[in-house]
């Protein structure tokens, strides 16, 4: 049964990687609880964490871009591109792609994502204007727009994970 779901990974993933070690591993004489152990520990959870790393990347990597971008339009093209990223790297590391109900999941979440950063710049924008063009009211603006592209990569990535697991 495991061996046919190690077969559905694409080989170039680190899923694929990670069930290659758990078949080197496996012994003639082990139950089938030891198995469903040494599955666990060698493919289950350095996925998991390979993935959280992944997605703690790309969220501080689109703040990044949001806190640099120089006006709204750029920022949004950014965070759509990483969200594409995101969703691309996530399955390399499940070695899966998400089915066709699952692709319109995440498209709603990244709809979900990229209203919310709209009416996000709309918000401190405005706070921003009642501040004064200061550069700390700039500054201020731009942190919490990185702030928000970071948490709104990083709610799409959960959904990701979610859907993959």
């Known amino acids: 049964m495991l061996n046919q779901h190690g ?3 694409s080989r ?10 758990y078949k080197q591993q496996l012994q003639d004489d082990m139950t089938g ?3 469903l152990g040494l599955y666990e520990d060698t493919v289950l959870k350095p996925v998991q964490e390979k993935a959280h790393k992944v997605l703690n990347k790309e969220s501080v990597t689109a703040g990044s871009l949001a806190f640099i971008s120089p006006n709204n339009l750029i ?3 950014a965070v759509v591109w990483i969200s594409f ?7 390399r ?3 899966l792609r998400p ?5 319109w999941k995440l498209l709603k979440v990244l709809a979900q994502n990229i209203a919310a950063q709209g009416v996000f710049d709309l918000a401190t924008d405005e706070v921003a ?3 004064g063009g200061s550069l700390s009211a700039k500054f201020m603006e731009n942190s919490a727009e990185a702030i928000a592209a970071g948490a709104l990569n990083a709610r799409l990535g959960r959904a990701l994970i979610k859907l993959l697991k």
């Not at 990223?85 to 399955?91: D, E, L, P, Y």
């Not at 089915?99 to 692709?103: D, L, P, V, W």
């Open 93 to 95: 590391v499940y070695g």
């Open 7 to 9: 077969k559905r990974f």
């Open 33 to 35: 609880p030891e198995r």
């Open 99 to 103: 089915s066709t109900a699952g692709n």
């Open 12 to 21: 170039s993933s680190y899923a694929a990687h990670c069930f290659d070690r």
């Open 75 to 77: 920022q949004t093209s």
């Open 85 to 91: 990223r995101t969703i691309r790297r996530m399955a």
């Open 129 to 131: 204007n009642q501040i």
